[in-house]
């Protein structure tokens, strides 16, 4: 069941989408859906949780209007329903001046919680660029990450790819005693 009819980018605007979204487990389910619908027992089995769980995230995730239901069937008697992304991105507010970045939390809650002896590329690198080295790194590295999403094949075990390329306060800057 592709998801090729969903529109590009989903904007969190209110309150109740930001407060669904914050939630590791909800994030989660939502990376199950990323690729392809599923339904609830599916969801479940994918991240390690029970039915009813598994059911209340995605209620919330349906009422914020951020997972929507792409095709019913019955089975048994019972209508099963299968999710899917509202959209193929998920834009989230700026967080504001020393508010959490939901991603980057979620994204360090997934990277400890993943297997040690798994293969894992971290790094971090600290640049000195030009505005402009700036703007053409940032739309290189969302160029590369669509490129691979494209490539993603739902068949195969999941990976994350997480980066942040900003400028660090000032304050930051001069901690290390280099004033």
């Keep these: 069941m592709p998801t090729d ?4 980018t989903f904007h ?3 309150a ?20 392809e619908p599923a339904t609830i027992t599916q969801i479940a089995a994918r991240i390690g949780l029970a039915k009813g769980s598994s059911s209340y995230h995605v209620r919330l995730l349906e009422r914020a209007g951020l997972v929507t239901v792409v095709r019913t069937r019955k089975v048994r ?3 099963e329903r299968y ?3 509202a959209a193929r991105t998920i834009v989230l507010p700026d967080p504001g001046e020393g508010g959490p970045d939901l991603l980057m939390r979620h994204a360090v809650r997934d990277l400890e919680a993943a297997p040690a002896d798994a293969e894992r590329h971290v790094r971090m690198a600290h640049l000195r660029l030009t505005e402009e080295q700036f703007t053409e790194l940032g739309a290189r590295l969302e160029a590369l990450a669509d490129e691979f999403r494209e490539l993603s094949d739902p068949s195969l075990p999941d990976a994350s790819l997480v980066f942040a390329l900003f400028h660090p306060s000032p304050r930051e800057q001069t901690e290390g005693g280099t004033e």
């Design 5 to 8: 009819d969903l529109p590009e």
């Design 12 to 14: 969190v605007t209110t």
């Design 16 to 35: 109740e989408q930001l407060r669904a979204v914050s939630n590791l487990t909800r994030h989660r389910i939502m990376a199950v859906l990323r690729f």
């Design 77 to 79: 008697g019972v209508t």
């Design 83 to 85: 999710y899917a992304m």
